[in-house]
């Protein structure tokens, strides 16, 4: 019996909660001047760092995403206007 309580301790101790830190991610080069491909990587690197509105605002100015998300687009827009520069 006793070693089994043994054994039965030994296996929870080895269920403990495990701390993972956020990944961290390095953007790629873009071609000098490819101005989507730099927002892209902007907007990937604002969303790793936990910036996920912005990023999102960022990736909004992008007429093909501003399409798909629409309204939502249009309201983050309309609300960070003078920061943001198109």
Same mark, same amino acid.
């Not at 961290?24 to 491909?37: H, I, K, L």
């Not at 790793?48 to 093909?64: F, Q």
């Given at each position: 019996?006793?070693?089994?309580?043994?054994?039965?301790?030994?296996?929870?101790?080895?269920?403990?909660?495990?701390?993972?830190?956020?990944?961290?991610?390095?953007?790629?080069?873009?071609?000098?001047?490819?101005?989507?491909?730099?927002? @892209?990587?902007?907007?990937?690197?604002?969303?790793?760092?936990?910036?996920?509105?912005?990023?999102? @605002?960022?990736?909004?100015?992008?007429?093909?995403?501003?399409?798909?998300?629409?309204?939502?687009?249009?309201?983050?827009?309309?609300?960070?206007?003078?920061?943001?520069?198109?």
């Amino acid at each position: 019996m006793r070693i089994l309580t043994l054994g039965i301790s030994l296996l929870l101790a080895g269920c403990g909660t495990i701390y993972m830190p956020t990944p961290v991610a390095y953007s790629m080069a873009c071609p000098e001047g490819d101005v989507e491909c730099q927002r @892209k990587l902007d907007a990937q690197t604002l969303k790793y760092i936990g910036e996920d509105e912005a990023a999102l @605002k960022l990736m909004c100015l992008e007429p093909r995403i501003k399409e798909v998300i629409g309204e939502r687009c249009v309201s983050m827009l309309q609300l960070g206007s003078s920061y943001i520069q198109e």
